[in-house]
Every structure is written in structure tokens, then in C-alpha cells.
């Protein structure tokens, strides 16, 4: 999953991008809200992490600018203003939630939780595609109830496809998706995860029909 942080206090950003990289986000940081709203509209985001005051571009007017180009992305507003006519304007501007600072990290959590469970596509933690079993609560990985043991980076790749069950995704798609902005990832890393992913969900499973699958030309796909 991958969320874009606009705050223009730098400490708080990295802080934010440390914790939730530790939590298995793909995270990218900018510091102006103009750097934001050029990232909000080129990239593919699931949520984005919002300050009110920002140089450049202040977030309500990120919001109003995003909306207005129908870009649904949920929206977190963050700002060291509490008072309810700021709740109110960031919420009718379009953003989905509210968080004031200073705030406790695991209330950040649990509402980019809520926000991401919103879209269909993302209203279950346990993922199942046949007999492999994925749960983003636990960090479990399962096929025929035996576990598999999964990197951070393995994790999250193995999330997106199959969120994405059956469809095909490029490798452009798996690296915006699956590691940050400003990571030097080449495309051939792509096929190295898909590689031990090979080796550890469908090899040892020799009575089963392989779930990853290679569309030569235009990239993978699981199901």
C-alpha cells in the first residue's frame, strides 16, 4: 500500500515515513504542498497524509484542486489547528478525516486503517486467492496451512497481487506500488521478487496449480 506524506515540518514527516515503513507502507514525503499536489496527480496513491499549512499550496486548496479533477484518493488531513470551523473546511473542502496534533502513532494507524478499508477492493485484512491465504493484521502468509516465511518487501508485494487478483500488473505498476517514490528500484528487481515469491508460495506446492504467472510482454498476474 503506498501513501503519500505532505508536511512541511521535516521532523514529522520522516518520523510518519519511518513508522509506517515499519508497518510495511511504500511511503513518499514532500515538504511543500505544491510538490504534493504535482505528486497527488501523477502518482497512484491509496491514501495521502495532508498538512493544512503548507508552502506553496496550503491543503485545502490540495484538496479542492484534487476533487475538482475527480481524484477520490482518501485524504487525512493533519494540522496543529484543533479548533471544529478547521475540522469543518478541511472536511468540506474533501478531505475524509481529521487528525489534530501532536497525535499518538497508533491513532494514525488505526485511521489510515479505517480510510483504506473504505474502498471494496479493500474491505477484507485476510486476503485468499485459491488455497494461499494472506493476513495484513498478523503478517501471516499461508498455503494449505502451512505458513510462509515472508521479507517486509516480499510481504507487500505479495499483498498487492492479490488485491489484484487475475489481473494483469506491469512492472511499472509493481514499483509504484510496492516501494517509495525516491527508491532506486530497477526493473529487473521486479523479477528477482517474483522469483523467491516462485520459490516460496508455488515450488513446495507440487500438487498445486502455480498461482504467479508470467504474461510475456505486459507482466504478471496471480490467480
Not at 506524506?5 to 521532523?11: A, G, I, K, Q
Not at 498538512?51 to 479533477?69: F, S, V, Y
Not at 502451512?146 to 489484484?164: G, H, T
Request: some cysteine.
Amino acid at each position: 500500500m503506498r501513501i503519500l506524506v505532505v508536511e512541511d515540518e521535516h521532523l514529522i514527516a520522516n518520523s510518519i515515513k519511518k513508522g509506517l515503513g515499519q508497518e510495511r507502507y511504500a511511503v513518499d514525503v514532500c515538504y511543500t504542498g505544491t510538490d504534493g499536489y504535482d505528486l497527488a496527480v501523477t502518482e497512484d496513491y491509496d491514501l495521502i497524509i495532508l498538512d493544512l499549512m503548507l508552502p506553496g499550496m496550503d491543503g485545502l486548496t490540495i484538496c479542492q484542486k484534487l476533487r475538482k479533477k475527480n481524484i477520490h484518493i482518501p485524504i487525512l488531513m493533519l494540522t496543529a489547528k484543533g479548533q471544529i470551523q478547521d475540522k469543518v473546511q478541511g472536511l468540506d473542502a474533501g478531505a475524509d478525516d481529521y487528525l489534530t496534533k501532536p497525535f499518538a502513532f497508533e491513532e494514525l494507524l488505526a485511521r489510515i486503517r479505517a480510510l483504506t478499508r473504505r474502498p471494496k477492493d479493500s474491505l477484507d485484512s485476510i486476503l485468499e486467492v485459491g488455497d494461499l491465504k494472506l493476513d495484513t493484521k498478523s503478517f501471516e502468509a499461508k498455503r494449505k496451512n502451512k505458513i510462509i516465511m515472508l521479507s517486509s518487501k516480499e510481504f507487500s508485494f505479495l499483498e498487492y497481487l492479490m488485491r489484484n487478483a487475475n489481473k494483469i500488473l506491469t512492472k511499472n505498476q509493481i514499483i509504484a506500488h510496492v516501494w517509495d517514490y525516491d527508491a532506486d528500484i530497477l526493473t529487473n528487481t521486479v523479477e528477482v521478487y517474483i522469483k523467491n515469491l516462485r520459490r516460496k508460495i508455488d515450488k513446495p506446492f507440487i500438487n498445486s496449480k502455480p498461482l504467479i504467472q508470467t504474461v510475456r510482454g505486459f507482466g504478471y498476474k496471480l490467480g
